[in-house]
C-alpha cells in the first residue's frame, strides 16, 4: 500500500518507518528544507551546530529508546549519571542535586527526594510524599482525571505548600511545558512525576551524541529509503483534495522556485503536520465534524532556544541544569554533554527561554542581553568578565507542542479519523507520553498500527486509486 505523509518530523519518519516494516511504501513530503521539525538543527558559517530545542531523552522513553535499537545507533545516546541538578537561588553559582542510588524503583527516587536537604523541608517531603500516593496508587486513571486542575491547583487540594513550586516545580513545568505551575495541567506533572518514580531509570538523562538531525533523523530516512519508501524536502501539502465520497484524493504539493504544484496520490494519506498549520489545510466539509472540531482546543506554545559560544570554559557539569531562573528554564554546556560539540576550551551553553510570550517577538539582540544578566547570577564568578561572549544564535519556535493547560486531554484526538483514508499522527495526538520526541514516535508507530489494520479495506475501496508518485525520481 502507498502511504503519503505529510510532514518529517519524529512523528512523519517514526510512521514512515513502522509502515515500511509492516510491508508498505511510505512517501514522506516535508515542507522545509530540513529534516526533524522541532529536533532541527543547522550549522552555521564556522560548521557550529544550533538547534530548535536542546533536548534530553529519559530512561523512560520505551519506544525512542527501541526506535535507536532497531536503527542500530544505540551507541549515540550519551547516558548522563542519574541525577537532576538544581542551580541553588540563595547561592548562587552553587547547585543542589537530587541522586538516584542504584536502587530499584520506587526506591531511589525517594532516596533522592529524601537525601535532598537545600530545597524542600522534611514537613513539605512527607505533605509532597503523602498527597502524591493517589496517583502512585491509583495509577493513569487518577492522573487523567487531575486534568481538570492546574499544577497549583493540585497542591492545594493535596494541602502541600505552594513553596514546593518556587523550590522544584516551576523549574519543572517550565522544562516539560514552557509553562508556569499556574498554567500547566496537574496531568503533565503526575504523569512525568509517575514515569519518574515508578520506573528505575526512568529519570536517566541522555544527551544526543550531536545534531538530532544528522545524528537520528537521517538514519531514519536511510531506513525507510533502503526499503522502498521515499523522502522529499521542499515538498509543502498546500491543499488535501477530496473525491466525491469525501476522501483524499490526493495532497497538493506547492511547486517553489517557480515550479508548477503538483499531486501526490496514494491508498492511504497522513498528516504529520503540527496541529496549528494543519487546521488551516483542513478540507471545508471537514470543518463542520466534531472529531476535527476539536482541534481547535489546541494551540502550540512559545519557546526559545538561545545558544551562546564563550572564549573559556564556564563549567565541566556534563548534565542537564535546572536554571531556577525567572527568565530560563534549563540548559546545558553542550561543550560537556555532547561528542560533537565537545571542546575542552570552551563553553556553548545551550538554553531554553521559557515561558517565552513576552519575548518571543523581541530581537535577538534583546533575548541576548536578556540571557547574558541571568547568566550573572548562574556564573558569577566568570560573567560579565572575565568570559567573553564569541558569538550567539536564537532560534524561535512561536507554535512549538500544544500548550498543555487543564482541560486540554480532551481535545487529543486519535491517530484515526472519521475519513476513511485519512490519519493524523504527531505528538499531540492521544497517546501517553505527552508533547515529547517520545511522544512523537508512539503517535508514529500507532498511526502506522492503524493505517495497516485499515490497509485491506482501503486498497479494496473502488474510491482509491494507486497511482505512481510524480515526486519519485
Ligand atoms: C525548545 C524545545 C525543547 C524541547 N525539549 C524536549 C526534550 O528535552 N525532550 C523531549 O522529549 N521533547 C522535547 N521537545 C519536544 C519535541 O521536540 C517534540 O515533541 C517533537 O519533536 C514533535 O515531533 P512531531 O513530529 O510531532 O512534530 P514536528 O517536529 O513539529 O514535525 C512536524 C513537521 O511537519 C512539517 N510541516 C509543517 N507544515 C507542513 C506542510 N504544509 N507540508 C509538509 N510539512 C509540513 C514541519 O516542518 C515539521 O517538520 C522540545 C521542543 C522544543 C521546541
Not at 125 to 133: C, D, M
Not at 169 to 181: E, G, Q, S, V, Y
Not at 223 to 242: D, F, M, S
Not at 298 to 306: F, R, S
Amino acid at each position: 500500500m502507498q502511504v503519503a505523509i505529510a510532514g518529517a518530523g519524529l512523528a512523519g519518519l517514526a510512521c514512515a518507518k513502522y509502515l515500511v516494516d509492516a510491508g508498505h511504501q511510505p512517501i514522506v513530503l516535508e515542507r522545509r528544507d530540513v529534516l526533524g521539525g522541532k529536533v532541527a538543527a543547522w550549522q552555521d558559517e564556522d560548521g557550529d551546530w544550533y538547534e530548535t530545542g536542546l533536548h534530553i531523552f529519559f530512561g523512560a522513553y520505551p519506544n525512542m529508546l527501541q526506535l535507536f535499537k532497531e536503527l542500530g545507533i544505540e551507541d549515540r545516546l550519551q547516558w548522563k549519571e542519574h541525577s537532576m541538578i538544581f542551580n541553588r537561588q540563595e547561592k548562587p553559582g552553587t547547585y543542589s542535586r537530587f541522586d538516584f542510588p542504584k536502587l530499584p524503583a520506587p526506591v531511589n527516587g525517594v532516596t533522592a527526594i529524601l537525601r535532598n536537604n537545600d530545597m524542600l523541608t522534611w514537613p513539605e517531603k512527607i505533605r509532597f510524599g503523602l498527597g502524591l500516593l493517589p496517583a502512585m496508587v491509583q495509577g493513569q486513571q487518577y492522573v487523567e482525571a487531575m486534568d481538570k486542575y492546574s499544577w497549583t491547583e493540585w497542591l492545594r487540594r493535596q494541602n502541600i505548600p505552594e513553596r514546593v513550586n518556587e523550590e522544584v516545580f516551576r523549574a519543572m513545568t517550565k522544562a516539560l511545558n514552557f509553562i508556569d505551575p499556574d498554567d500547566i495541567s496537574a496531568t503533565v506533572v503526575l504523569t512525568a512525576l509517575n514515569r519518574f518514580l515508578q520506573e528505575t531509570n526512568g529519570s536517566k538523562m541522555a544527551f544526543l551524541d550531536g545534531a538530532p538531525t544528522e545524528r537520528l533523523c537521517q538514519p531514519m530516512v536511510d531506513y525507510i529509503t533502503a526499503r522502498g519508501g521515499e523522502v522529499h524536502l521542499n515538498a509543502p501539502l498546500k491543499h488535501i483534495l477530496l473525491n466525491e465520497a469525501g476522501q483524499v484524493s490526493g495532497f497538493v504539493i506547492r511547486g517553489l522556485d517557480g515550479q508548477p504544484d503538483s499531486t501526490v496520490t496514494a491508498d492511504a494519506y497522513v498528516s504529520a503536520l503540527p496541529v496549528d498549520p494543519l487546521k488551516p489545510l483542513l478540507p471545508e466539509p471537514w470543518r463542520q465534524m466534531d472529531y476535527f472540531q476539536q482541534l481547535d482546543g489546541l494551540e502550540g506554545v512559545p519557546v526559545i532556544n538561545v545558544h551562546l559560544w564563550f572564549d573559556r570554559k564556564l563549567t565541566d557539569i556534563d548534565h542537564l541544569l535546572f536554571s531556577r531562573s525567572p527568565l530560563l528554564s534549563v540548559y546545558a554546556d553542550m561543550s560537556n554533554t555532547c561528542r560533537a560539540y565537545a571542546d575542552e576550551n570552551r563553553s556553548m551553553l545551550e538554553l531554553v527561554l521559557a515561558p517565552a510570550k513576552d519575548w518571543i517577538s523581541r530581537s535577538d539582540e534583546d533575548i541576548v542581553a536578556a540571557t547574558m544578566a541571568e547568566l550573572e547570577r548562574l556564573f558569577p564568578d566568570q560573567i560579565p568578565a572575565p568570559a567573553r561572549l564569541l558569538k550567539s544564535k536564537v532560534v524561535k519556535t512561536p507554535r512549538s507542542v500544544y500548550k498543555a493547560t487543564p482541560g486540554r486531554q480532551q481535545y487529543r484526538p486519535s491517530q484515526r479519523t472519521p475519513i476513511d483514508n485519512f490519519y493524523l499522527t504527531g505528538d499531540y495526538t492521544m497517546q501517553r507520553y505527552l508533547a515529547s520526541m517520545e511522544g512523537a514516535v508512539l503517535s508514529g508507530k500507532l498511526t502506522a498500527q492503524v493505517v495497516s489494520e485499515d490497509g485491506v479495506a482501503i486498497a479494496q475501496s473502488p474510491t482509491t486509486q494507486s497511482v505512481p508518485s510524480p515526486l519519485a525520481s
